[in-house]
């Protein structure tokens, strides 16, 4: 989990559901077939931490995944179906909305290559 993932789920822990870090990454590890870059696995970790594994096995979401539509430009597209995950119990909170666009970004944020020379 990189230091943004760490951030998305510290600042908003309690709001919702939590499987734990560690359970949320083995779900997306294990479901998710499309190859993901460090951004776009941390941000989903935090989002399965969140929604829970059911919810995310029979998501539209996962299928885009595994269909590779990732483009926000495009659609459907991932990065904007996370937004769609705002509402729990019939009712859109503030903190979730702020979560799934710091989700949002994290995952259509570019991994920067560090140079080693």
Known sequence: MNKIGRTIIAKYKG??????????AEIVDEHVTFELNENQWAALVCFVDNIGMASFIGSKLLQYLNNGWIDPSK??????EILLWTVWDNKQYKAMVERREAERALFVRPVLIQNKG
């Open 15 to 24: 709001k919702g559901a939590a499987l734990g870090v560690e359970k949320a």
């Open 75 to 80: 659609e459907p597209n991932v990065p904007d």
